[in-house]
Every structure is written in structure tokens, then in C-alpha cells.
């Protein structure tokens, strides 16, 4: 779940929440020197989602670049021996 969280969600809200922590800095700092706080209502929605929705598929490229190992290496499924679980792992051919 927690994989889930920062391959998906963190990358595309992201740029969300900076902008909301902006608008909320500024709507206090107008409040305590004068002035017109943001209209959230008028923010840069579709920049917003644009922008989320490329750093979401730059970390996806990314992770799936990174990760893995050779075509040719073998997977050995986990497996219960003397009390302890051994993880699964990746061995060359």
C-alpha cells in the first residue's frame, strides 16, 4: 500500500498540494499586511493535472527502468526452511 502511495498518488498530488500550501501562506499573509487572498477557485486546475500526470509517468519510467534484473535471470519463489522464510531473489543464468 505504501509502494502504491509513492508510485501513484504522491507523484500526481504533488503539484496540488504545493499550490495549496501557497494559496493557505498567502490567503495568512494578506490577512496580517492587507491585500486580496487567491481565488483557489481560479488556480491553474488543468496545469495542475497536467503537471501531476507527468511527474506520475516520470517516476513510473523511472521505477520501471531501475528496477528488474537481466531477461536471463531465474526466480526463486520464497520459501519456508528451518523456521525462517527466505525471500524470493533473482539469479543469473
Do not use: C
Not at 500526481?12 to 493557505?24: K, N, Q, R, T
Not at 526452511?81 to 543469473?92: A, C, M, T
Request: charged letters at 20%; zero cysteines; glycine letters at 8%.
Amino acid at each position: 500500500m505504501v509502494r502504491i502511495f509513492f508510485t501513484y498518488a504522491l507523484p500526481f498530488l504533488l503539484p496540488l498540494s504545493v499550490y495549496l500550501a501557497w494559496a493557505w501562506y498567502r490567503t495568512v499573509y494578506v490577512k496580517r499586511h492587507g491585500g486580496e487572498p487567491p481565488e483557489i477557485e481560479k488556480g491553474p486546475w488543468p496545469l495542475l493535472l497536467l503537471l501531476g500526470a507527468i511527474l506520475s509517468f516520470g517516476t513510473l519510467a523511472t521505477t520501471a527502468v531501475m528496477r528488474g534484473a537481466d531477461p536471463d535471470a531465474t526466480y526463486t519463489p520464497s520459501r519456508y526452511e528451518d523456521g525462517r522464510v527466505i525471500p524470493g531473489q533473482l539469479e543469473e543464468r
